[in-house]
């Protein structure tokens, strides 16, 4: 970034963190060298929530970096809501809602009687709410990119895990998608990789449970790299290691974008012995409690920082986008 930048996203961009996650959004603001400003939330005696921002933004170009992230994720979602609002009150020029990490893309279909797309009903509240742009990553049905009706940047973090892995002997290596639902952003991981690409036939039975019933694609021997958007409960990848074993793999990484690790998570990638190394990424937070002797965690701080300075400098950001590899 040159000086003359430098100096125009130092005057012209305010950023904001919500409470989420206020480790990333100094991630962002030290790629961009820009201050994160601040604000204030606070709730009054009847719980309703309370929020300030505590600088200027009339005439300015504004960035809200709030990840739908647990253990308060409706707590997440009003503060972004109330902070984007504030900012179009406060007469912004632009409004840039930055979502590392959006939990309710998993609701993208009406597939059970009488529930809400939520999917859909939080892109349209944060349009509401005063965002004129939206940036997130790793969407887990991309669809719900269509979703929004603003203009809505969907980044993918497969350029730090192609940096990661090269540093390693990948010979006879293979990327496994545990699920061939999901299998093109292990094809595009693989591909960047130069390597192979194998698939699991995973059938869902609960939020908690899946059946594996196989594995798509020569694994045997070979060293492996499990690729998925997101482990929440570990319920896919247990599964999948088992699955493995009986393939006699040689060495076993696990890898994905969104590293939120609820219920027994991390009780039972902690129990997985033959795993060599659990690689994610920071789109949540991961408490320290949470991380494993083996486990790296990556930045996606500069994949969001440039994508920000992109859109504020009218340049295009198509090499950061989700499928743009692919076409």
């Avoid at 309370?50 to 009339?58: D, K, M, N």
């Avoid at 005439?59 to 253990?71: C, T």
């Avoid at 349009?127 to 269509?146: D, R």
């Avoid at 194998?198 to 060293?223: L, P, Q």
């Amino acid at each position: 970034m040159d000086s003359q930048e430098k100096n125009w996203l130092q005057n012209n961009l305010r950023t904001f963190a919500g409470s989420s996650h206020p480790e990333l959004a100094k991630d962002i603001a030290s790629y961009l060298q820009v201050p994160v400003y601040e604000h204030t939330t606070s709730r009054f005696s009847n719980d309703n929530m309370y929020v300030q921002l505590l600088e200027s933004v009339r005439g300015k170009d504004v960035v809200i970096i709030q990840s739908f992230s647990p253990p308060s994720v409706s707590d997440n979602i009003i503060e972004l809501l109330m902070m984007l609002n504030a900012a179009a009150s406060a007469s912004a020029r632009s409004i840039h809602a930055v979502i590392p990490y959006f939990s309710y893309a998993r609701s993208d279909k009406k597939d059970e009687p009488r529930i809400s797309i939520t999917g859909r009903l939080m892109a349209d509240l944060i349009a509401t709410a005063g965002a004129t742009h939206v940036m997130t990553m790793t969407l887990h049905s991309p669809q719900v990119h269509g979703f929004f009706s603003v203009p809505t940047d969907h980044l993918t973090a497969r350029p730090i895990f192609v940096q990661h892995f090269r540093r390693r002997d990948l010979s006879n290596s293979v990327v496994v998608s545990p699920d061939i639902g999901h299998a093109k952003r292990a094809t595009s991981l693989a591909r960047g990789l130069g390597i192979g690409v194998a698939a699991g036939d995973k059938m869902r039975v609960s939020d908690t449970e899946v059946i594996m019933g196989g594995i798509i694609g020569d694994i045997r021997g070979k060293d492996v790299i499990v690729f998925d958007d997101e482990i929440a409960t570990g319920g896919s990848i247990i599964a999948l290691v088992h699955e493995l074993r009986k393939h006699q793999v040689r060495k076993i990484t696990l890898s994905c974008t969104h590293g939120v690790f609820s219920g027994r998570a991390i009780e039972q990638l902690q129990a997985l012995d033959d795993v060599e190394e659990i690689v994610t990424t920071n789109t949540v937070p991961i408490p320290d409690h949470k991380r494993l002797p083996n486990m790296t965690v990556l930045s996606v701080g500069s994949v969001f920082g440039e994508a920000i300075r992109c859109n504020l400098l009218g340049r295009s950001v198509g090499p950061l986008f989700a499928y743009w590899h692919e076409r």
